[in-house]
């Protein structure tokens, strides 16, 4: 094969192929530019930053979550009751006189009102998750 100048792209058939190259092989060819490599990595660590902040947030929740659920279980445990209670059923915790004390008997089906605490469901892994009502 004869030498045939920098700028022509021959295979080794002596064919030429620069249409073939993934990058421009002449001046007329069309320009190309690299990517900016810190934009890249800025925004990618833009991004990871957000997931991490948003696991992390996730975590704080579940967190926050079991606390509060250990605080009321620890509350209806150690409060007086009378009955054995049953997963699944909602029961009502009053302060008489300083003492917590758990009842069948909702607020508007007894008039005490004044010393209800709250409701809370006994769920199967026997803990206590504090109901709205």
């Given amino acids: 094969m004869s030498k045939v100048p920098d700028m022509v792209v021959m295979n080794e058939n002596g064919n030429y192929n620069s249409s073939l190259r993934s990058y421009p092989?002449?001046?007329?060819?069309?320009?190309?530019?690299?990517?900016?490599?810190?934009?890249v990595k800025t925004e990618s660590a833009k991004k990871m930053i957000d997931v991490f902040n948003q696991e992390r947030q996730e975590l704080i929740d579940k967190i926050?979550?079991?606390s509060k659920e250990y605080l009321?279980?620890?509350?209806v445990w150690e409060s007086k009751m009378s009955f054995d209670p049953i997963v699944g059923?909602?029961?009502?915790?009053?302060?008489?006189?300083?003492?917590n004390t758990l009842s069948l008997l909702s607020p508007t089906e007894w008039n005490q009102k004044d010393s209800f605490i709250g409701a809370?469901?006994?769920?199967a892994d026997r803990k206590w998750i504090q109901m709205i009502i």
């Fill in 89 to 99: 059923h909602t029961y009502y915790m009053y302060n008489f006189k300083g003492v």
């Fill in 64 to 66: 926050e979550k079991l």
């Fill in 120 to 123: 809370y469901k006994l769920t």
């Fill in 72 to 75: 009321d279980s620890i509350l």
């Fill in 25 to 39: 092989t002449d001046l007329a060819s069309p320009s190309f530019n690299l990517i900016d490599v810190n934009l």
